[in-house]
């Protein structure tokens, strides 16, 4: 089994202390030794970060997902990014790996959570979590295929799931495929995980029917990482736009698109551009 390497929020975060919170309690609740599983083991180990017992039993429920019949677990977190940032609450999508052992068998797996938080007079308060649910795999095209094979295309757990799942649009895989000509691209979310609606309105986001998908990292260096050129990000979005997306975020607001709206930029995609599509 691995050993547990807690996930850190770098220098240029938004609100790190949003993260922190989400992260530690995924961290805690999918994270266990022998003799410490179920559910009543996972709402000790929310307790213990302060979470008072009404929410901690809560919130170890809707962890079940993620907290398998298994004699001890490791949780390691690859990426943290915001699901939506306002300024009394957030989403926060915690990408991350687990690895289980159950007798001498040890598997490897994983999920994204979308962690959801209020702020409080003394920080930042989960208040309830969303694992993905990818659904089963079925048969897939030959751009999902591609999209599995191509080693330049870094899929987390649930993303992978997502595409297993033949439930995204051809029109994301085929602007994977054609971004990974020129880029390595690690891939946070793609449609389980992330807010049904787009954090904060009634409007319905682009994730869930399968239409878009979010990158942390390009060529190796994090979006939300200062050193990373902007060059290289500004590069990036303009060749997600080039590759079909209608709505391309991130933390540089470009102009020049074939639409008004092509391009945005927030708080929220501060760490991560999103490449969105239509149909």
């Known amino acids: 089994m691995p050993s547990p390497v807690p996930w850190r929020p770098g220098p240029n975060e938004v609100t790190p202390a949003a993260k922190t919170a989400a992260v530690r309690l995924v961290e ?3 994270t266990w030794q022998a003799g410490q599983g179920g559910a009543r083991g996972a ?18 429920a809707e962890a079940g997902p993620w907290t398998p019949s298994a004699d001890e677990a490791v949780v390691r977190v690859i990426d943290a990014q915001y699901g939506g940032i306002l300024s009394d609450s957030a989403s926060v999508l915690v990408v991350c790996e687990q690895s ?13 959570v979308d962690v959801r938080l209020s ?13 993905a649910d990818p659904g089963p795999a079925a048969p897939l095209s030959a751009s999902a295929k591609a999209v599995l094979a191509q080693s330049r295309i870094e899929l987390p757990p649930a993303s992978a799931a997502d595409i297993r799942s033949g439930k995204v649009h051809e029109s994301v895989l085929r602007a994977m495929l054609r971004l990974a000509g020129d880029h390595r691209l690690s891939v946070s979310v793609v449609r389980s995980g992330h807010p049904l609606d787009v954090f904060g309105t009634n409007r319905p986001s682009d994730h869930p029917p399968g239409r878009a998908f979010d990158v942390w990292r390009i060529d190796g260096h ?20 080039a590759a079909g997306s209608y709505n391309v975020g991130g933390p540089v607001q470009l102009s020049g698109g074939a639409t008004a709206n092509q391009f945005f930029s927030d708080a929220t995609h501060h760490d991560h551009v999103h490449i969105g599509f239509t149909s």
């Open 43 to 60: 709402a000790d180990r929310a307790t213990a970060l302060g979470i008072p017992a009404a929410s901690a039993a809560q919130l170890a």
């Open 28 to 30: 805690a609740l999918g």
């Open 100 to 112: 289980t052992r159950t007798g001498t068998a040890v598997q490897h797996g994983g999920t994204t």
């Open 119 to 131: 702020r409080t007079p003394s920080g930042w308060r989960v208040t309830s979590l969303h694992p």
């Open 222 to 241: 994090p979006v939300v990482d200062p050193a990373t050129s902007r060059g290289l990000i500004t590069g990036f979005m303009r060749a997600a736009a």
